[in-house]
């Protein structure tokens, strides 16, 4: 009886392993901005990605620590002006993603002062028409997304004298179709992309 136990629990304890082996294994959880922020100024990282919390005014001024930083991303985090002041500090920085900042054309115009700024995701309410005239002069520049602004045509003029300018994307803006085809017909080797879907011409 003991033996026909020990086989039935070794039996059981065998099939458990197997299914055990094979489930998914998780995905790890995001490190911290603070975490990501020291392997930054310690040389091991050169990238902050925070997707799923918003990161707070006092640890967005740590900022100014992480000299090595070029790319960085905050989904959820309201950047203001005086954030935007901090990242126009780091010289080597070129990838910036705020779909959720609170910038206005002053702190848009310290970004443009990023000397290899090479890609651009901007949201921001505060931002008016004018904003990217800073940009004109910036050389770096390739791509440019500009999401959830009241942005016009009108910012079109100063945004296509934006020569480095390789691909423009919009989503959520007051820009139209007319409007993007001027930009189009002024720079016809930039690529254009309308609210999730290409221009007519430019499909490929």
């Known amino acids: 009886m003991s033996v026909r136990y020990v086989c039935l629990l070794g039996a ?4 458990v392993g197997c299914a055990t082996s094979t489930t998914p294994e998780e995905e790890p959880a995001e490190l911290s901005f603070r975490e990501q922020l020291l392997q930054v100024v310690s040389g091991k990282s050169d990238s902050i990605e925070v997707t799923e919390r918003v990161v707070s005014p006092a640890e967005l001024e740590l900022l100014s ?3 090595k930083l070029t790319r960085i ?4 985090t309201p950047v203001d002006d005086q954030a935007a002041a901090i990242l126009a500090a780091l010289p080597e920085l070129q990838f910036v993603n705020l779909p959720q900042a609170q910038i206005s054309d002053v ?7 990023l ?33 959830q602004t009241p942005l016009t045509d009108k910012s079109l003029d100063d945004i296509a004298e934006i020569n480095s300018l390789e691909s423009f994307y919009v989503d959520q803006t007051k820009f139209t179709e007319p409007g ?4 189009i017909k002024r720079r016809p080797r ?3 992309h309308f609210d999730e879907a290409h221009l007519p011409g430019q499909e490929h």
């Open 115 to 147: 000397p290899d700024l090479a890609q651009l995701r901007i949201g921001s309410p505060q931002l008016t028409d004018a904003c990217f005239a800073p940009f004109k002069d910036n050389q770096s520049l390739r791509f440019l997304h500009i999401l």
């Open 190 to 192: 930039l690529h254009v």
């Open 73 to 76: 991303r905050l989904d959820q």
């Open 107 to 113: 702190g848009l115009a310290e970004l443009a002062k």
């Open 180 to 183: 993007l085809a001027k930009l």
């Open 65 to 67: 620590r992480a000299t």
């Open 12 to 15: 059981l304890l065998f099939v």
